[in-house]
């Protein structure tokens, strides 16, 4: 399985400012996503980010609102903008490679004041 | 639309106590379900995939099981570290897609 770090582990931002969240693999995967965990609830779909191409965003979610980048087969940044305080949550890259599996990272959790 | 539902909501058990998860699912066309355990504060951490109804998986006390419409992940003799929430996600379809994830089981075992 890689092994996936994520910056910041944790951060208090003041409402209507934006947070850049970095997700980094130790190794090429072939796909790699982000997630939302609002507390006490269960994980949500944010987009696929692929590789030198647009994000894949799922219902919900908009570019605007949560740009995405992926520069290439080891990293990807997403960043949280405009934040309110329904943005808190944590936020969690995940990775699958060969198989359909998916690693997740330890998550990123934002709180929003 | 792909629906994942996990019962019980939460679980207490005594250290030893012996007890099953469920996750009944409706998707059309299943390729994949998972299982993760997440401790609180960390990120998922993957368990099991099981792809086809009668697989069977086990790993130290936990073993995973699945049928056409549910899995079950049985606990054997439950330590206190076992401690967490459990979730289950299934993959639908052909060549990669996502993972539609239930609100997941939270344990607790006592000593």
């Known amino acids: 399985s890689a092994v996936i770090s994520q910056k910041p582990s944790r951060d208090i931002c003041q409402r209507g400012t934006s947070l850049t969240i970095q997700c980094q693999v130790d190794?090429?995967?072939?796909?790699m996503f982000w997630y939302r965990q609002q507390p006490g609830q269960s994980l949500t779909l944010i987009a696929t980010?692929?590789?030198?191409?647009?994000?894949?965003?799922e219902s919900g979610f908009v570019i605007d609102k949560f740009p995405i980048s992926r520069p290439n087969l080891t990293f990807s940044t997403l960043t949280v903008s405009n934040m309110s305080p329904e943005d808190s949550s944590i936020y969690l890259c995940?990775?699958?490679?060969?198989?359909?599996?998916?690693?997740f990272g330890p998550g990123t959790r934002l709180t929003v004041t | 639309e792909d629906q994942v539902t996990q019962s019980p909501e939460a679980l207490r058990l005594q250290e030893g106590e012996s007890s099953s998860l469920n996750c009944s699912y409706t998707?059309?066309?299943?390729?994949?379900l998972f299982w993760y355990r997440q401790d609180p504060g960390k990120g998922p951490e993957f368990l099991f995939t099981?792809?086809?109804a009668g697989e069977e998986k086990e790993k130290e006390r936990l073993k995973a099981t699945l049928t056409k419409k549910e899995s079950f992940l049985h606990i054997t003799a439950p330590k206190p570290e076992d401690s967490a929430t459990y979730l289950c996600?299934?993959?639908?379809?052909?060549?990669?897609?996502?993972?539609?994830f239930g609100k997941g089981t939270m344990l607790l075992v006592s000593p």
């Open positions: 995940s990775v699958t490679a060969a198989t359909y599996e998916q690693y």
């Open positions: 190794s090429q995967v072939t796909m």
């Open positions: 980010a692929n590789q030198g191409s647009e994000a894949t965003y």
């Open positions: 998707v059309s066309g299943l390729r994949g």
């Open positions: 099981l792809y086809s």
């Open positions: 996600a299934v993959q639908a379809g052909s060549g990669y897609s996502t993972l539609t």
